[in-house]
């Protein structure tokens, strides 16, 4: 294990995806970690990653993690709910990182386009930038938008809008029009 006291889920996170890869399970770091890596660095106090496993598997995933002397936790949202299920993942440090177990609207193609960054001894599966903006369009909240917004106005020109529009279309017709008028501005 890599941590050795609080405020480490970044380390945390790279002890967990090895966990995954050795699991087979594929995910994709999102949030603070993945905006760091896009070029927005923020502060945030849990890492997280998106799981493509059904909930019984998440179930599996849950005691295979208590097994290995982590506290796991696994929340299954309503029929509603754009996140089917959450799995916690907290080490005897207080550390956390929190595994959506699927997203409503998430391009299946999404883990494909993953970016490989090495962190701490681990290779990372981070977010594509165009998977990145399309989910914080869809998450909504100010500081989603503001991590969204900087992401695009970092590197326009390489921005696959033709993707981004694609994939915010999946998420449904409000987070389509957010990215819209977060592309259509220019800074």
Avoid: W
């Avoid at 907290?90 to 960054?117: F, K, W, Y």
């Avoid at 989910?135 to 809008?161: H, N, Q, T, Y």
């Amino acid at each position: 294990m890599r941590t050795s006291a609080p405020g480490q889920a970044a380390l945390l996170m790279a002890d967990v995806a090895e966990f995954l890869a050795a699991q087979g399970v594929r995910y994709a770091v999102i949030g603070a970690m993945a905006a760091a890596v896009h070029g927005v660095v923020r502060a945030s106090l849990d890492a997280d990653a998106v799981v493509t496993l059904h909930v019984e598997e998440a179930r599996a995933l849950r005691q295979s993690l208590i097994a290995t002397d982590y506290e796991a936790v696994l929340r299954v949202g309503d029929v509603d709910d754009p996140i089917p299920a959450l799995l916690e993942v907290r080490d005897s440090h207080g550390n956390r990182v929190d595994l959506l177990i699927g997203l409503r609207g998430m391009d299946p193609e999404a883990l494909n386009r993953t970016r490989q960054v090495a962190f701490a001894g681990a290779t990372l599966e981070i977010v594509g930038r165009e998977d990145f903006i399309a989910m914080k369009a869809f998450a909504g909240g100010p500081v989603d938008l503001a991590d969204a917004r900087a992401v695009i106005d970092l590197d326009r020109e390489s921005l696959d809008l033709a993707l981004l529009r694609r994939l915010a279309q999946r998420f449904g017709r409000e987070t389509a029009k957010v990215v819209a008028d977060l592309v259509d501005v220019v800074p």
